[in-house]
T-cell receptor, first 114, second 110 residues
Framework: NAGVTQTPKFQVLKTGQSMTLQCAQDMNHNSMYWYRQDPGMGLRLIYYSASEGTTDKGEVPNGYNVSRLNKREFSLRLESAAPSQTSVYFC?????????????FGPGTRLTVT | SQQGEEDPQALSIQEGENATMNCSYKTSINNLQWYRQNSGRGLVHLILIRSNEREKHSGRLRVTLDTSKKSSSLLITASRAADTASYFCATHSGNTPLVFGKGTRLSVIA
């Protein structure tokens, strides 16, 4: 059981470039989440998917898009990266909708936009 | 918007001492969860306490919840150097996703 995996682990982009962060879970969880973590800000929810086929905006969705490809995979896309998107990005999954149960986190992707 | 606020922001103790972290929140909750994050890693779930529970234990961890004061505390007994990490509370309210606080950085000095 790998749990939640994320690729890549590190990425450097130039302003205006695009990229997709990949996330997969092997726990048969219904819900998946994307967060960003900035120093002193804790975790902020970008988008989430309560179940396969649905996605919803979180607290900071601007500049991002998501795709729930299937039950296992949930990707985050930056169409035109900006320096303000420099952050550590975490994907998480849980067995219940919206937070009744614990979330399992991936190892994170460190993104730098220059 | 952050619902939970941890206090203190940082805590430094000697190995063997107890560590207490607090979390206050604003609106009524379904449950409150505590997570640990080691440096450079993802968060790991520690314990979940439901709104109708007052206290839960897991190994050296003890969590209390006071819904009348809208606050929770996490006690780590007999701290070890390996407990050095950031600790986050997260609240679940209504039908909305979990909301995380900004965390408490715990340093346990050997």
């Amino acid at each position: 059981n790998a749990g939640v995996t994320q690729t890549p682990k590190f990425q450097v982009l130039k302003t205006g470039q695009s990229m997709t962060l990949q996330c997969a879970q092997d726990m048969n969880h219904n819900s998946m989440y994307w967060y960003r973590q900035d120093p002193g800000m804790g975790l902020r929810l970008i988008y989430y998917s309560a179940s396969e086929g649905t996605t919803d905006k979180g607290e900071v969705p601007n500049g991002y898009n998501v795709s729930r490809l299937n039950k296992r995979e949930f990707s985050l896309r930056l169409e035109s990266a900006a320096p303000s998107q420099t952050s550590v990005y975490f994907c998480a999954s849980s067995g219940a909708t919206r937070g009744s149960y614990e979330q399992y986190f991936g190892p994170g992707t460190r993104l730098t936009v220059t | 918007s952050q619902q939970g606020e941890e206090d203190p922001q940082a805590l430094s103790i000697q190995e063997g001492e107890n560590a207490t972290m607090n979390c206050s929140y604003k609106t009524s909750i379904n449950n409150l969860q505590w997570y640990r994050q080691n440096s450079g890693r993802g968060l790991v779930h520690l314990i979940l306490i439901r709104s109708n529970e007052r206290e839960k234990h897991s190994g050296r961890l003890r969590v209390t919840l006071d819904t009348s004061k809208k606050s929770s505390s996490l006690l780590i007994t007999a701290s070890r150097a390996a407990d050095t990490a950031s600790y986050f509370c997260a609240t679940h309210s209504g039908n909305t996703p979990l909301v995380f606080g900004k965390g408490t950085r715990l340093s346990v000095i050997a």
